[in-house]
């Protein structure tokens, strides 16, 4: 079964341009998350898609973030127009949802670095 | 507000030694803990996960207790070796009921280094 992926895994883009982050969760995963980790700093949470809904996008920096998850399958990630600050790691994550055997394990993809010029 | 924290921020050992990994949390409604693993350049690598209603869980080398009156939560290494080095990082993830939705919540890790 493959696990999580996400592309590009890395992308160089200048501050002001637009980028886009793809994640495929596991299939059959309900819950997706996104997570960044910038330098130096912790993981931090950004959002939570229950299939196509997005649970709690409270981690969002800001307006410029966008994410979608149309159809409940694969997600995106939209930076525009891109900061310097925005760079880091772009993680996402799934778990199943409301399962009898559910624990909530969370399993990741390898993240997506981001450098913004 | 739930906080995770993570002593010590590094540690070296020498190849061999048995250490602790020590993770903090100050909101002990909690549904499960998960430790990671992530090597550099690379993903999170999921190590263990402790249910609420769990004390403790192994894996090989690794086992890790939780403690949630306390808020603590340890991963202990047994026989450490080079390829061990990597970043931990615990995660507490809230969620009240199996319907709900959950927050996970990292701490910034331990960086481990095994010399040789």
């Known amino acids: 079964e493959a696990g999580v992926t996400q592309f590009p895994s890395h992308s160089v883009i200048e501050k002001g341009q637009t980028v886009t982050l793809r994640c495929d969760p596991i299939?059959?995963?309900?819950?997706l998350y996104w997570y960044r980790r910038v330098m130096g700093k912790e993981i931090k949470f950004l959002l939570h898609?229950?299939?196509?809904?997005?649970?709690?996008e409270s981690g969002m920096p800001n307006n410029r973030f966008l994410a979608e998850r149309t159809g409940g399958t694969y997600s995106t990630l939209k930076v525009q127009p891109a900061e310097l600050e925005d760079s880091g790691v772009y993680f996402c994550?799934?778990?199943?949802?409301?399962?009898?055997?559910?624990?909530?394990?969370?399993?990741f993809g390898e993240g997506s670095r981001l450098t913004v010029l | 507000k739930q906080e995770v924290t993570q002593i010590p921020a590094a540690l070296s050992v020498p190849e061999g030694e048995n250490l602790v990994l020590n993770c903090s949390f100050t909101?002990?409604?909690?549904?499960?803990l998960q430790w990671f693993r992530q090597d550099p350049g690379k993903g999170l690598t999921s190590l263990l996960l402790i249910q609420s209603s769990q004390r403790e869980q192994t894996s090989g080398r690794l086992n890790a207790s939780l403690d949630k009156s306390s808020g603590r939560s340890t991963l202990y290494i047994a026989a450490s070796q080079p390829g061990d080095s990597a970043t931990y990082l615990c995660a507490v993830i809230k969620g009240v009921l199996k319907t709900s939705y959950d927050k996970v919540i990292f701490g910034p890790g331990t960086s481990l280094s095994v010399i040789p």
């Open positions: 994550a799934s778990s199943p949802f409301g399962t009898v055997d559910y624990t909530g394990e969370l399993f």
């Open positions: 299939s059959g995963h309900d819950n």
């Open positions: 898609f229950v299939k196509e809904s997005k649970q709690d």
């Open positions: 909101d002990s409604a909690i549904y499960n």
